[in-house]
């Protein structure tokens, strides 16, 4: 032990009084941070969502057009259109299923037609999306939605044919 004054020793626990207030500080900036990450993760899943659900629709509608024959199906399986064998070469349409964007736990949800072929696919996710307007990306229109469920990605109809 120290003989001397008290007065002339150093505080002790200053060193821990500062540790104390830079965590204070940190939490502060993370909470302020924080929700401005999430949304910029939010967003850019969003956006893979419109990227991925245009490519699927672009290949459904090529898978069906190309099809052999006058009858012009859809696919019954998503495998198949990334290996079109009705052809005598193989035609490929995606290079690979991609999973859902939003949430890649969970499986696409399909939009069948009549006859079962894949009409579409949408994300099966409950959260709203934050672009909440119609939007209109050429090839694709998706309306107002209150949740990714309700943004179908599907080619428009086929024009039928009528001759004069």
């Known amino acids: 032990m120290r003989a001397g004054n008290p007065a002339a020793t150093p505080a002790r626990g200053f060193t821990y009084v500062w540790m104390l207030a830079l965590l204070a500080l940190a939490g502060i900036a993370l909470s ?5 990450w999430s949304d910029a993760v939010r967003r850019d ?5 419109l990227r991925v659900g245009q490519l699927y629709a672009r290949a459904l ?3 069906q057009r190309n099809g052999p024959g006058s009858v012009k199906p859809y696919p019954e399986t998503l495998e198949a259109v990334l290996e ?6 193989t035609i490929r349409y995606l ?3 991609y999973p859902d964007p939003i949430d890649p ?17 949408y994300s099966t996710s409950p959260l709203a999306p ?3 307007e119609a939007l209109d990306l050429g090839d694709v229109k998706l309306p107002a939605a209150r949740s990714y ?6 080619p428009p109809p086929p024009a039928s044919s009528s001759s004069p």
């Not at 302020?32 to 401005?36: A, F």
């Not at 079109?84 to 070469?89: E, F, I």
């Not at 736990?105 to 696919?121: A, E, F, K, Q």
């Open 32 to 36: 302020v941070v924080g929700p401005l």
């Open 45 to 49: 899943r969003e956006q893979d969502l």
């Open 61 to 63: 509608r090529e898978y």
């Open 84 to 89: 079109d064998r009705r052809h005598v070469g």
């Open 95 to 97: 290079r690979k299923l």
């Open 105 to 121: 736990s969970r499986p696409w949800g399909l939009m069948r037609d009549s006859s079962n072929g894949i009409r579409g696919v």
């Open 130 to 132: 934050l672009r909440r």
């Open 149 to 154: 469920q309700e943004w179908i990605f599907a």
